[in-house]
């Protein structure tokens, strides 16, 4: 099973709200990501967990907030966002054992729009 | 520093037709190279991986071979089915990227007409 699970699926926000996107997997993976997609493009790193601690933040501005609560789950928290922020959210895992033999499994995404 | 290098889409191809998507990549040592596939309004699907130099990778009908001497990994089907129409990515980690962060190419769009 390499099944990463992504909730919302989809998500409309205003630019006062905040909200939060999930991430599970039961992999027994020790690493987990988020990326930022926007259309037609390649997904871009937005933060790395590895044992449940931040181990990598690619300057993303502060109204993107992670959360790793356990191995399993993954947080994404948002804040005062802007239009240009809308975009397919995915969250990925690995082993966590950082070694280049390592495979990213995926989730189905959250796709939010911000208005 | 690491990049990879897909060649530019949209590529549209008749049913049953003959698929290669080259992709070619720059980095030091022998990094592991991927495939991932996006279907529309969904997330990435891992496709196939090599881990070393002369690896095929296959998966549905899809293959890709690393090659160290041209650092290329094409992605190749012998026939193409109109259910195959997706986003491809090429992508490598290296474990001297900071945290073996995936380099991905920009993306293949594959159109396949019935």
């Known amino acids: 099973d390499t099944e990463v699970t992504q909730t919302p699926k989809h998500l409309v926000m205003g630019m006062t709200n905040k909200k939060s996107l999930k991430c599970e997997q039961h992999m027994g993976h020790r690493a987990m990501y988020w990326y930022k997609q926007k259309a037609k493009k390649p997904p871009e790193l937005m933060f790395v967990y590895s044992y449940e601690k931040l181990s990598i933040n690619e300057s993303v501005p502060s109204r993107f907030s992670p959360e790793c609560p356990n191995s399993s789950l993954l947080n994404l928290h948002l804040h005062a966002l802007q239009p240009e922020d809308s975009a397919l959210y995915l969250c990925?895992?690995?082993?966590?054992?950082?070694?280049?033999?390592?495979?990213?499994?995926f989730g189905p995404g959250t796709r939010l729009l911000v208005l | 520093g690491n990049s990879v290098t897909q060649m530019e889409g949209p590529v549209t191809l008749s049913e049953e037709a003959f698929l290669t998507i080259n992709c070619t990549y720059t980095a030091t040592g022998y990094p592991s190279l991927f495939w991932y596939v996006q279907y529309p309004g969904e997330g990435l699907q891992l496709l196939l991986k090599a881990t070393k130099a002369d690896d095929k990778g296959s998966n549905k009908g899809f293959e890709a071979t690393y090659r160290k001497e041209t650092t290329s990994f094409h992605l190749e089907k012998g026939s193409v089915q109109v259910s195959d129409s997706a986003v491809y990515f090429c992508a490598l980690r290296h474990s001297y990227n900071q945290g073996g962060k995936l380099i991905f190419g920009q993306g293949t769009e594959l159109s396949v007409k019935p």
């Open positions: 990925a895992s690995s082993q966590g054992r950082a070694g280049v033999r390592e495979t990213q499994y």
